[in-house]
């Protein structure tokens, strides 16, 4: 889409780039009801059922940037299915869950959950400049869970000070980003106040949902707090506009690396070339293809989600075909609090005293054979002659 494409929209054929361009026209511009959403897009009948719904609906937000991307015909479009709501969020199933990955109950503090030894997931808001149809943690986000109170965060600070293991701070929430800049870098300082704190990490979708969030005046913000690293979320090679790179160009320019944590979804993102594709252009966008995640089993989401064998075969597909940079690692957050458990293709063919086989991406067999207790005096060390006759 070229830049000013979104004045083809009757709705917006008014606004100056110079407005659109900005996060507050975005936010303020937010498309939150039917009216709205059908001077952009056909609705179709689920989807006029599901946003009109009385009653138990998750909140739906959507930036004009975004909106401006999807297609207004086709509803199977990737783009608008992440975003508008249709009435498959209403057909439950057995396998559902509020808080798929136990997180509330690894709450030591109130926004702050401790799961691993060295690092913690620091929630500091419950918004999102768009809310995703399959978020992990719609049971929160939309909601007055009350994160973003400074006490609160003053709590799980003060928690983390007395943590002395915890060297790592992933800061989510909803999106980080949508605090302003004065309180990022107030909750920046107050973390990086703490010694044992070696860097911080923010997970954020606003590159891709928002990019106009990203501004100078954040990534000064930013510099200052160095090491600072993002965790943005690309899905689709169709979020990877100009808009969208220069953000990304704009970060890693200010020296935050980037990685990209991507949701794998049925119909939207579960073809090896498609994520091939997504994967390529982000790394022209120097972004690093960090984890596939396995679609959570979050409420309303059935219809979001694949077979595990669909993950697997994405990575057969790109492991030794392209890149190594563009293969991440593909995991399952273990329901209930498990964690993330890595899944790989098996590449091992066969094992046996000491002699390993294996297959390589193009399905040719190898076999190494590991060294044997005893075929060499224990700690002798490579002979000088033998060096000599390399
Ligand atoms: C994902 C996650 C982390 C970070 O995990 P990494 O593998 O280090 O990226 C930390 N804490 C919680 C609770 C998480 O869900």
């Known amino acids: 889409m070229s830049t000013e494409a979104y004045r083809r929209i009757p709705l917006w054929k008014n606004v100056p780039l110079e407005e659109w361009e900005t996060y507050r026209w975005q936010m303020s511009n937010r498309i939150q009801t039917v009216e709205q959403l059908r001077q952009v897009i056909n609705l179709t009948p689920s ?7 009385k009653s138990g609906r ?23 299915r992440q975003a508008v709501p249709t009435e498959d969020e ?8 509020i808080d798929p990955l136990g997180e509330d109950s690894h709450m030591p503090v109130p926004g702050l959950v401790h799961r691993y030894p060295d690092r913690v997931l620091l929630l500091v808001v419950e918004v999102c400049s768009m809310y995703c149809r399959f978020c992990t943690r719609s049971r929160v986000v939309g909601t007055t869970a009350g994160y973003s109170r400074p006490a609160n965060i003053d709590h799980a600070v003060d928690y983390i000070r007395s943590h002395r293991k915890i060297r790592d701070v992933l800061i989510s929430g909803g999106d980080p980003l949508t605090l302003s800049d004065d309180r990022l870098d107030d909750v920046l300082t107050k973390l990086k106040s703490i010694p044992h704190v070696e860097f911080v990490r923010i997970g954020t979708r606003n590159p891709v949902t928002c990019p106009y969030r990203i501004t100078p005046e954040l990534c000064n913000v930013l510099k200052k707090h160095k090491p600072v690293w993002m965790s943005t979320h690309f899905n689709h090679p169709k979020e990877v506009t100009p808009a969208a790179k220069r953000a990304c160009g704009m970060l890693v320019d200010s020296g935050v ?15 090896p070339a498609i994520m091939k594709k997504l994967f390529h252009e982000l790394l022209k966008a120097r972004v690093r293809p960090y984890y596939i995640y396995q679609c959570d089993p979050v409420k309303g989401t059935a ?6 064998k669909a993950g697997l075969d994405i990575i057969e597909k790109l492991r030794g075909h392209t890149t190594g940079y563009a293969v991440p690692t593909f995991v399952v957050d273990g329901p209930g609090g498990g964690g993330k458990i890595p899944l790989m293709p098996n590449y091992v063919v066969s094992q046996k005293d000491g002699t390993w ?6 399905g040719k067999t190898f076999t190494y054979k590991e060294e044997q207790a005893g075929e060499r005096p224990a700690g002798s060390a490579i002979e000088p002659s033998y060096a000599l006759q390399q």
């Open 47 to 53: 989807e006029n059922a599901a946003v009109t719904r």
């Open 357 to 362: 086989v294996f297959r390589n991406y193009s």
């Open 58 to 80: 998750f909140i739906m937000g959507i930036p004009p940037y975004w909106a401006a991307l999807m297609d207004a015909d086709d509803p199977t479009c990737p783009i608008r």
């Open 90 to 97: 209403y057909k439950i199933s057995p396998n559902d869950m």
């Open 257 to 271: 690396p980037l990685g990209s944590q991507t949701v794998l979804m049925k119909g939207i993102n579960d073809r």
């Open 303 to 308: 219809h979001f989600r694949t077979p595990i």
